[in-house]
């Protein structure tokens, strides 16, 4: 069955820095990839995801994503956060041939002023 | 359309006691789906629909976990003679037959006294 890794529970950051939330998944076979965002006493929130084709996803809030195939990654960056995106942020795959979701343990994402 | 809702939001229960969480998806969404999140963790997928039929159910979903969508619109999910380990927020996602991007509703947090 597909897993989820991300690599950093808590990442905290000044406000307008770069940011990066890794995440690595394994699968035997081809996947589909998401990042969720999570607000306080919110349910989850497609932020980006990849099924097919350009490896490199964005999202309208200026976050991107980039599938890496050979190293099984889908990490998400920012190049300048807001105090706004603090939240918690979830990887997730799902494989072509089953609709079973699997999340990583999220990755809580703190801006601070 | 709303998006997804859940009913209720909060549900305090002492153990041994019986709970329902109620689901109401998109209303074009075919898919269904149920997880359970617990503190400092990812969801985790329980079950999922397609119209009417239940398709896919967790090994986490034991028999204490029933969950029904008798008409393919909204789903229950019950819990019989609820644990302390049952404490966990518990997420109600809805697709598109055609897709496989899932909107999440608010969730309903159950604390087992």
């Known amino acids: 069955a597909q897993s989820v890794t991300q690599l950093d529970s808590q990442v905290p950051v000044f406000e307008e820095a770069p940011v990066e939330l890794r995440c690595n998944y394994s699968?035997?076979?081809?996947?589909?990839l998401f990042w969720y965002v999570q607000y306080p006493n919110q349910g989850l929130q497609l932020l980006l995801k990849?099924?097919?084709?350009?490896?490199l996803v964005e999202s309208i809030n200026g976050f991107e994503a980039e599938f890496n195939k050979s190293q099984t990654s889908f990490h998400l960056r920012k190049p300048s956060v807001h105090i706004s995106d603090t939240a918690e942020y979830f990887c997730?795959?799902?494989?072509?041939?089953?609709?079973?979701?699997?999340f990583g343990a999220g990755t809580r994402l703190t801006v601070k002023p | 359309d709303t998006g997804v809702s859940q009913n209720p939001r909060h549900k305090i229960t002492k153990r041994g006691q019986n709970v329902t969480f109620r689901c109401d998806p998109i209303?074009?969404?075919?898919?269904l789906y149920w997880y359970r999140q617990t503190l400092g963790q990812g969801p985790e997928f329980l079950t999922y629909?397609?119209?009417?039929?239940?398709?896919?159910k967790s090994r986490l979903l034991s028999d204490r976990f029933s969950a029904e969508r008798p008409k393919g619109s909204f789903s229950t999910l019950e819990i019989q003679r609820t644990e302390q380990g049952d404490s966990a927020m518990y997420l109600c996602?809805?697709?598109?037959?055609?897709?496989?991007?899932?909107?999440f509703g608010p969730g309903t947090r159950l604390t087992v006294l």
């Open positions: 209303s074009e969404h075919n898919r």
């Open positions: 990849y099924l097919s084709g350009s490896t």
């Open positions: 997730a795959v799902i494989t072509y041939n089953n609709n079973d979701m699997r």
């Open positions: 699968s035997s076979v081809s996947v589909y």
């Open positions: 629909f397609q119209n009417e039929a239940q398709l896919e």
């Open positions: 996602a809805s697709s598109l037959f055609s897709s496989n991007e899932q909107f």
